[in-house]
């Protein structure tokens, strides 16, 4: 991936643990000389779109290696026993060289065992990854990814060096963000603070797709700048998306029940 410290917009704590992981990575042999290492396994919490993939990307980038992305659709499998050899495949892999390799999605290995909707062979999968997790000490990063951090394993807590939460983004950090997103086309009459507090409660992801459309809108309009209007109709554009999300989502709870 090609993308930088500057692409992302992070709350105090976690912007530091982000640049503590980088310079501790930078610094690996100087940290091993006194019996000590880096910290390599991470997991990142919080709603979907907030920048836990993307954070993953930054440090890949940041960090000249290579990111590795694991799909639970090709580890998971019906047949006993071959999930957790299908996971030993991947910490043998990471073993081998420097990379960075991101487990999306990790609840989906990752839940607590005392889960009794869960069958017993996800609860070995679990202990499987305990194992090969405390004994991975290659130089690469391993990063664990959840939008439901409430159904993971307790064990699995204190296996990792460094935990960083992201949260949705305050009406603060959101005026800010917009400012990022739309820095590089010209913007008219934009009421930045009404904007960011007509998108409280969205995502940065949403955020992005706000400012996005309506730079796109400005170009389809022939305008060489974005307005006011411009904008506000990609606020209303993104609302209607994120109804229509949600409108889906309880019907599909409505069937599950």
């Known amino acids: 991936p090609e993308r930088y410290l500057q692409d992302i917009l992070l709350g105090g704590r976690a912007a530091d643990i982000l640049k503590r992981i980088l310079q501790e990575y930078r610094k690996a042999e100087l940290l091993r000389v006194h019996g000590l290492r880096p910290s390599t396994k991470l997991l990142f919490c919080g709603p979907p779109g907030c920048g836990k993939t993307l954070c993953s990307q930054i440090i890949a980038t940041e960090l000249g290696l290579p990111l590795l992305y694991t799909r639970f659709d090709a580890i998971v499998s019906s047949y006993l026993g071959e999930t957790a050899a299908n996971l030993r495949k991947v910490f043998e892999y990471a073993s081998s060289g420097r990379w960075v390799v991101l487990f999306d999605e990790f609840d989906a290995i990752g839940k607590a065992?005392?889960?009794?909707t869960e069958h017993g062979e996800l609860k070995r999968?679990?202990?499987?990854?305990?194992?090969?997790?405390?004994?991975?000490d290659a130089p690469s990063i391993l990063i664990a990814a959840t939008n439901h951090e409430q159904l993971?394993?307790?064990?699995l807590w204190r296996r990792f060096d460094e935990v960083i939460m992201f949260p949705r983004p305050s009406v603060h950090?959101?005026?800010?963000?917009?400012?990022?997103?739309?820095?590089n086309f010209p913007r008219r009459g934009v009421d930045f603070k009404t904007?960011?507090?007509?998108l409280k409660g969205m995502s940065?992801?949403?955020v992005e797709r706000v400012c996005f459309d309506a730079i796109k809108t400005a170009i389809l309009l022939n305008r060489d700048f974005v307005d006011q209007e411009i904008i506000d109709l990609s606020v209303e554009q993104q609302r209607a998306r994120i109804q229509i999300t949600q409108d889906a989502?309880?019907?599909?709870?409505?069937y599950r029940l």
Do not use: C, W, Y
């Not at 904007?195 to 007509?198: G, H, K, S």
């Open 113 to 116: 065992r005392d889960d009794s």
């Open 125 to 136: 999968v679990i202990n499987s990854f305990l194992q090969l997790l405390d004994g991975f």
């Open 152 to 155: 993971l394993d307790p064990a």
């Open 173 to 183: 950090e959101i005026r800010s963000l917009i400012r990022m997103k739309l820095k």
């Open 195 to 198: 904007v960011a507090t007509r």
């Open 204 to 206: 940065h992801a949403d």
């Open 249 to 254: 989502a309880k019907r599909k709870n409505k």
